[in-house]
């Protein structure tokens, strides 16, 4: 292991903090699940849930337009790790989808992000009490006021404990974090992406200021996944 700064060592404690505290009051197993996208900040928060809890529930969107890098990536994670991992599926394949409705990530992202992404991972995390995300502040100007403990409302008015204990790290502090622990990088970052997301919505950045610029031709910076449901009226 490599070693980290003393402010990098203070956010660090405050991350297993975060992690302790939902481990302490939801020893359930099946109350707290993580979302991993396989970017550094998910695999990285991964890595050290991990080490309370092996057997951490850990949730992948696979939207089926992933890069073949990501998945591999994946996999080799997943088995190296032993992690206890659920790949969530959208209702209709893709070539369901494009055989109804053409291509959507071309035509109606937003639709195609709904369907492939916002409807499974919502499913499935309305079954667990605690979310604990890798989102950061420094990502996007939509994640400014990301709050590291908040409650989050589902569609159907569900609501779960989000927890995001990188919020306020930056990607440097995630890239000296991965060094020590020595977590291998996923190989698209050494090409030029910086925010890594479905192979056709995803290219290099179009501003080295902005790493979600890569994302949807700079068209928009959300998903949806993280975004709450309107309040019922």
Partial sequence: MSDLSPELEAKLERVKDHL???FSQYENNADVCLTCSFQSEDVLLLKIAQEMRPELPTLFLDTGYHFKEVYEYRDQIAEDWHVNLTNLLPAKTVAEQEAEF???FRIAPDKC?????????FKAVAEYKV????????????????EEVAPFHLPGGAEVLKLNPLADWTTKDVYYACEHYGIPRLS?????????GCEPC???P?????PRSGRWAGNKVE????IEAAPAK
């Fill in 131 to 146: 979310w604990i995300s890798g989102m950061r502040r420094e990502q996007a100007k939509s994640r400014a006021n990301l």
């Fill in 202 to 204: 995803t290219t290099l």
């Fill in 102 to 104: 053409g291509q959507l």
């Fill in 223 to 226: 998903c949806g996944i993280h």
């Fill in 188 to 196: 698209l970052y050494d090409k030029g992406y910086s925010s890594i």
């Fill in 113 to 121: 992000c709904g369907m492939r992404k916002v409807e499974p991972l």
């Fill in 206 to 210: 179009l501003d080295p200021n902005d």
């Fill in 20 to 22: 302790r505290n939902a």
